[in-house]
């Protein structure tokens, strides 16, 4: 079995001002997204050497990571306290995995 996508969700302290994520990603030269319809939202995605990951964040203090690769994982874990002025209060779980 090989995993092709994995998605994980977690919760911040609400509300989370997406503007200043994305100014903090911009500044970390991620690829940033901000659809201002319903669900208002943030798309953050890391592109590296070790794989790709996407963060996505809801002004409610929602978010999800997706993404297989689980080294990109780590390294968009270690930029969370970077780019979200935040506290998480839920662990971050595994909601769903593809695998073929």
Same mark, same amino acid.
């Given at each position: 079995? @090989?995993? !092709?996508?994995?998605?994980?969700?977690?919760?911040?302290?609400?509300?989370?001002? =997406? &503007?200043?994520?994305?100014?903090?990603? =911009?500044?970390?030269? =991620? &690829?940033? !997204?901000?659809?201002?319809?319903?669900?208002?939202?943030? #798309?953050?995605?890391? #592109? $590296? *050497? +070790? $794989?790709?990951? *996407?963060?996505?964040?809801? *002004?409610? $203090?929602?978010?999800?990571?997706?993404?297989? +690769?689980? +080294?990109?994982? @780590?390294?968009?874990? @270690?930029?969370?306290?970077?780019? !979200?002025?935040?506290?998480?209060?839920?662990?971050?779980?595994?909601?769903?995995? *593809? !695998?073929?």
């Amino acid at each position: 079995m @090989q995993v !092709v996508n994995r998605v994980r969700s977690c919760m911040f302290s609400p509300p989370l001002v =997406l &503007d200043e994520c994305k100014r903090r990603a =911009l500044s970390l030269g =991620l &690829d940033t !997204v901000l659809y201002k319809g319903r669900p208002t939202m943030l #798309r953050i995605r890391y #592109r $590296g *050497t +070790d $794989g790709a990951c *996407t963060l996505i964040l809801f *002004t409610s $203090g929602k978010a999800r990571y997706m993404g297989k +690769d689980e +080294d990109a994982f @780590q390294r968009m874990l @270690q930029l969370e306290s970077t780019l !979200v002025p935040s506290t998480r209060i839920s662990s971050n779980r595994e909601a769903t995995r *593809t !695998v073929l």
